[in-house]
């Protein structure tokens, strides 16, 4: 599952002017502490340096001050947190003592409580300052939206969470409504390159393409306009009038199941998962339609985002009664997505699926027709419906 410009430009100004400094001094960040309240013995620092490899930093808080060091090409995202002596953080606890900052080159100055992390201040980071202002954007969206998020976190009946789910929908699209908004005041921004990626699933084609090539030359060398870019190239090797790509699966039933078999019918790729709720509350429906056209050459394919949770993948298929069709998992590799090396194998990748549920058909010739439930197709099931029975009830 995803940065100052101006700076750099001045030095690379200089650099061509005969100023050139050397690249460790060049690239080197500092980053300062004065902080107040709750008082700890250590700061840990973890974000990419300038080789693109992370680095985990931790030095001791003395008096209340520290100084930390490295290298960085650009600004970069990275995560701060804070220790009391012999401390272990839990592990339900790490994220609510973490902070997400913007290193980059040059001297910053953190200053806060180190233990509220709503608190703590950085200065002399351009790219920080840009995230405090989406972050001032979206925050009243969010606030308003916590009960709901709360309400669905801890809902365990399957169909009161799916109406919970339906309230959160008008909150998310004023997000990505706001995010889009920032990053177009903000093409250049480390910040945009990094955030967009969580926002491609909820925008058409050409808004994602739109963002991209408004990247300079050296945003696009980072690794998140590279992603976007392959992210871009992957949505349309799955959009409506290309070929679909050919897949061989380990199905649920242990067996190989290749699309290259299924040449001559019309084949539903139906992605999904068992943690997803408002793919289990599209099942009813789908089955349905996989009974009426099921003896006229109609297929389906399921697709789960489960490979890492197996047993409930099973559950899932057995409990919804969609083992009637064919179960496949995408081919998560977890470690590939963390070292960003791209993964043939990953059906999301090579259909260029970012949320679910997603629906892609593809016609007995292997060309996709259709593409519903996600922005990118702008198709819900009332038109993968309509689609259907032209093609069925000629």
Not at 106 to 122: A, E, F, N, Q, V
Not at 352 to 357: A, D, E, L
Request: proline share 5%; hydrophobic share 35%.
């Amino acid at each position: 599952m995803k940065k100052c410009i101006l700076l750099y430009a001045i030095l690379l100004f200089f650099s061509n002017k005969g100023f050139a400094q050397p690249a460790n001094t060049r690239n080197q960040f500092i980053l300062n502490g004065n902080l107040t309240g709750t008082h700890v013995d250590s700061v840990i620092l973890y974000c990419p340096d300038s080789s693109g490899k992370y680095m985990h930093i931790e030095k001791p808080v003395v008096n209340n001050t520290f100084s930390l060091s490295g290298s960085v090409n650009h600004p970069v995202q990275g995560t701060i947190t804070f220790k009391i002596t012999g401390e272990i953080i839990a592990p339900n606890q790490r994220g609510s003592r973490m902070k997400s900052i913007y290193i980059e080159p040059g001297t910053m100055i953190l200053r806060g409580d180190p233990l509220d992390m709503k608190s703590l201040k950085i200065s002399g980071s351009k790219s920080q300052l840009e995230s405090d202002e989406l972050d001032s954007r979206v925050a009243p969206i969010m606030e308003e939206m916590k009960p709901y998020a709360e309400a669905f976190q801890k809902e365990p009946d399957h169909e009161k969470k799916a109406v919970l789910h339906d309230q959160l929908e008008p909150f998310q699209n004023r997000i990505k409504q706001v995010s889009y908004q920032f990053f177009l005041d903000h093409p250049n921004s480390y910040v945009t390159a990094n955030m967009i990626g969580y926002y491609v699933s909820r925008m058409s084609l050409d808004s994602a393409k739109a963002i991209y090539n408004g990247f300079n030359e050296q945003l696009r060398e980072t690794v998140a306009a590279k992603e976007l870019a392959a992210k871009i190239e992957s949505i349309k090797q799955g959009m409506t009038g290309s070929m679909a790509h050919a897949f061989t699966k380990t199905d649920i039933n242990g067996k190989l199941l290749s699309l290259a078999d299924f040449r001559g019918k019309y084949v539903m790729l139906d992605f999904w998962a068992s943690w997803c709720v408002p793919c289990r509350k599209g099942n009813p429906h789908m089955i349905e339609v996989y009974n009426k056209y099921k003896d006229k050459g109609f297929e389906v394919i399921g697709v789960a985002d489960d490979d890492h949770k197996t047993d409930a993948w099973n559950a899932a298929v057995t409990k919804d009664g969609v083992s009637i069709w064919h179960q496949v998992l995408r081919g998560l590799k977890t470690e590939m997505i963390r070292k960003h090396i791209p993964n043939p194998d990953d059906m999301d990748e090579i259909y260029g699926i970012s949320t679910i549920p997603t629906k892609i058909l593809i016609d007995p010739t292997g060309k996709i027709i259709g593409r519903f439930g996600d922005s990118l197709g702008g198709g819900d099931d009332d038109d993968m419906d309509k689609m259907l029975a032209s093609i069925f009830n000629k």
